[in-house]
C-alpha cells in the first residue's frame, strides 16, 4: 500500500466557494503530480513539482493553483469553485522515471 | 493526433481467457512504456514497465513494446475475477531535465467474468 494519501475522498460544494485539496507522501519523494481524470478520459497532468517551492503547470490549463513548501506536502487550492471544475483529482508521487504511487483521489462535485 | 491512443473498451471475458490490451503512440521520444491498474473507487498502481523495445514477463502478465511500430501490448494469461479493472498505458521520454511527467491512455475497462 502506497502512504500518500489524499483528503477529502468526497467533497461537494458550492459554487464559489474556495477549496483546498490536500495531498501528502511519507515516502520522501521530490516529485509530486495532480491529475484531473474524468469518466472515460485520459488522466490529464495539471500541475506538478520537482522538490521544494518548484511547481509547474501541466499540459493541460487548470484554473486551480498549488504550493510545496514541504516535500511531504502538495496541496491544490481553487479560488471559486464552478461547476466545470467537477472531477475526479489524483495526487501521485514519484522517486524515479516511472513508478508513480497514486492517492485514492478526491471525487470534487461543484452544484 | 493525441499522443497516446488507447481503446477504452469495454472488454468482457470469461474466466481462464487470454487478456491482450493495446495502445498505440506518436511521440517517439518516448522510452518508458508502463500499465497500470485502477480498480473502481481507488488511484492507479503500476502493475508493469519496460524500457525501449522487448518483452516483459511478470507471473500471467506480460509486456510487450515494439517501438518501430509505435505500439505496445499487455497480454494477460489465465484472467480471473480479481483482474477485473481498468488499465491504462502510460510513456514517458527519457530520464533527466523536465522529463518525468507520464502521458497516459484512456484506459480500457476489463471485466472478467466467472
Known amino acids: 500500500e502506497a502512504d500518500i494519501y489524499q483528503t477529502p475522498r468526497y467533497l461537494v460544494i458550492g459554487t464559489g466557494k474556495k477549496i483546498t485539496l490536500e495531498c501528502s507522501q511519507t515516502?520522501?519523494?521530490?516529485?509530486m503530480y495532480w491529475y484531473q481524470q474524468d469518466p472515460g478520459m485520459e488522466l490529464h497532468l495539471i500541475h506538478y513539482s520537482y522538490g521544494v517551492n518548484s511547481t509547474e503547470k501541466g499540459d493541460l490549463s487548470s484554473e486551480s493553483t498549488v504550493s510545496r513548501i514541504r516535500t511531504e506536502h502538495f496541496p491544490l487550492t481553487l479560488e471559486s469553485a464552478r461547476p466545470s471544475h467537477t472531477s475526479q483529482y489524483l495526487c501521485?508521487?514519484?522517486?524515479?522515471?516511472?513508478?508513480?504511487?497514486f492517492g485514492q483521489g478526491t471525487r470534487l462535485t461543484v452544484v | 493526433q493525441k499522443e497516446v491512443e488507447q481503446d477504452p473498451g469495454p472488454l468482457s471475458v470469461p474466466e481462464g481467457a487470454i487478456v491482450s490490451l493495446n495502445c498505440t503512440y506518436s511521440n517517439s521520444a518516448f522510452q518508458y512504456f508502463m500499465w497500470y491498474r485502477q480498480y473502481s473507487r481507488k488511484g492507479p498502481e503500476l502493475l508493469m514497465y519496460t524500457y525501449s523495445s522487448g518483452n516483459k514477463e511478470d507471473g500471467r502478465f506480460t509486456a510487450q513494446v515494439d517501438k518501430s511500430s509505435k505500439y505496445i501490448s499487455l497480454f494477460i494469461r489465465d484472467s480471473q475475477p480479481s483482474d477485473s479493472a481498468t488499465y491504462l498505458c502510460a510513456m514517458s521520454p527519457p530520464s533527466g531535465g523536465s522529463n518525468y511527467k507520464l502521458t497516459f491512455g484512456k484506459g480500457t475497462l476489463l471485466t472478467v467474468n466467472p
Open positions: 515516502m520522501g519523494h521530490d516529485k
Open positions: 501521485a508521487s514519484s522517486a524515479g522515471q516511472f513508478e508513480a504511487f
